[in-house]
């Protein structure tokens, strides 16, 4: 069974800096893209930033400079650096991942999403 576990949420102040972290575990043969995504309260979950299994990286307008996604194939993990946070970036982040994961049926591929951490940003 694979899960995805988020952790390195919390309060924080406007202009502070947060770092998220996603740890994959299970029965994992290999990770293709991993990406972080968000929902605020009442607005629908949008897409924060991705990245290949490459290393290729993509970005919301509204976090393009302020945020760095990057990951550590080995321990199959991700994480997004956030820094200027904006009382607007308030919400709950979410990871997910495009992987191949086995069982004693052979490999199949899902998609998995984590449970979620808070972030919120006020003074």
């Known amino acids: 069974q694979v899960q995805l576990l988020e952790s390195g949420g919390g309060l924080v102040q406007p202009g502070g800096s947060l770092r998220l972290s996603c740890a994959a575990s299970?029965?994992?043969?290999?990770?293709?893209?991993m990406g972080w995504y968000r929902q605020a309260p009442g607005k629908q979950r949008e897409l924060v930033a991705t990245i290949t299994g490459g290393g290729s990286t993509d970005y919301a307008d509204s976090v393009k400079g302020r945020s760095t996604i990057s990951r550590d194939n080995a321990k199959n993990m991700a994480f997004l650096q956030m820094n200027s946070l904006k009382p607007e970036d308030t919400a709950v982040y979410y990871c997910n991942a495009d992987l191949i994961y086995y069982d004693r049926a052979g490999y199949h591929a899902n998609n998995y999403w984590g449970q979620g951490t808070q972030v919120t940003v006020s003074s």
């Open positions: 299970g029965s994992i043969a290999s990770i293709n893209a």
